[in-house]
């Protein structure tokens, strides 16, 4: 058991809701399953990472200190990134995101890359790390970028599918090379604007040129993909995006090496 690669997930936030009728008027720090499961499936142990931060913090544990116990970090999926973090104000309220999320999950990936840990980024994650790295998004992709696909629809949810554009010799491209299908899920209406200082783009969608995944240039193991592969199903006909987990935690299993 002491051999498992422990793995950070940045946790989702429910901030105080009075409707809601649990915990109606506390804030709730989450993993939602199929996450969890996904880093399960190559044997690793996932760890939810709760922010130290909030009206009921206590203790002196940091973000720092869970880097430096942990082997990696995946970027969760969620809520829209604030405007703010990259300098905008919100266009609608309801594009307005999570200003106490991001800030969390800035310093997190800050702390990771710091301690030398690999940091895969999925969905809001990929829009996260490039935030955090120095890039923008569109708020809202389908209004802002001209000609673009539907990206997120709530009824179809993750059955909504398109095809990837993976840029020839890149990781991805090695890693992906023995999948038989380049079909991903698509479920966000946020995306990459500008692209981070120090990363490259390692596929988009070739009907629209959204970027879908990215990685860092430098000696930083950060990676992530626009799409969740967490709810990739083999009878879906989809992406094999097992090589990409493996390769995620082979990095892990470095970093912990003395």
């Given amino acids: 058991m002491s051999d498992r690669l422990k793995i950070g997930i940045s946790a989702c936030f429910l901030h105080p809701d009075p409707q809601r009728n649990a915990f109606g008027f506390k804030t709730l720090q989450y993993v939602e399953?199929?996450?969890?499961?996904?880093?399960?499936?190559?044997?690793?142990?996932?760890?939810?990472?709760?922010?130290?931060?909030?009206?009921?913090?206590?203790?002196?544990?940091?973000?720092?200190?869970y880097a430096g116990w942990l082997d990696g970090l995946v970027m969760h999926g969620g809520a829209d990134v604030w405007p703010g973090s990259y300098g905008e104000?919100?266009?609608?309220?309801?594009?307005?995101?999570?200003?106490?999320?991001?800030?969390?999950?800035?310093?997190?990936?800050?702390?990771?890359?710091?301690?030398?840990?690999?940091?895969?980024?999925i969905c809001r994650g990929l829009q996260l790390i490039n935030v955090a790295y120095g890039g923008t998004l569109y708020q809202d992709t389908s209004t802002q970028k001209p000609g673009a696909l539907v990206h997120r629809d709530g009824q179809t949810y993750d059955?909504?599918?398109?095809?990837?554009?993976?840029?020839?010799?890149?990781?991805?491209?090695?890693?992906?090379?023995?999948s038989a299908s380049r079909k991903i899920n698509s479920i966000h209406h946020q995306s990459i604007k500008d692209l981070a200082p120090g990363f490259?783009?390692?596929?988009?969608?070739?009907?629209?040129?959204?970027?879908?995944?990215?990685?860092?240039?430098?000696?930083?193991?950060?990676?992530?993909?626009?799409?969740?592969?967490?709810?990739?199903?083999?009878?879906?006909?989809?992406?094999d995006d097992a090589p990409l987990l493996n390769d995620f935690l082979d990095a892990a299993r470095a970093a912990r090496q003395p």
């Fill in 33 to 65: 399953q199929s996450m969890a499961h996904w880093v399960m499936s190559a044997g690793a142990m996932p760890v939810l990472v709760p922010s130290p931060e909030g009206d009921t913090a206590r203790g002196d544990v940091t973000l720092a200190d």
């Fill in 89 to 121: 104000e919100p266009i609608r309220p309801e594009w307005r995101g999570d200003r106490i999320r991001d800030e969390y999950e800035i310093a997190l990936v800050k702390a990771f890359a710091a301690a030398g840990k690999p940091v895969f980024g």
């Fill in 159 to 178: 059955q909504l599918f398109h095809e990837l554009d993976v840029v020839p010799g890149t990781r991805l491209a090695a890693l992906t090379a023995t």
């Fill in 200 to 239: 490259a783009v390692e596929a988009r969608c070739p009907d629209d040129g959204v970027i879908e995944a990215i990685r860092h240039t430098g000696d930083a193991w950060v990676a992530a993909v626009q799409w969740h592969p967490e709810f990739h199903k083999p009878e879906y006909g989809v992406l």
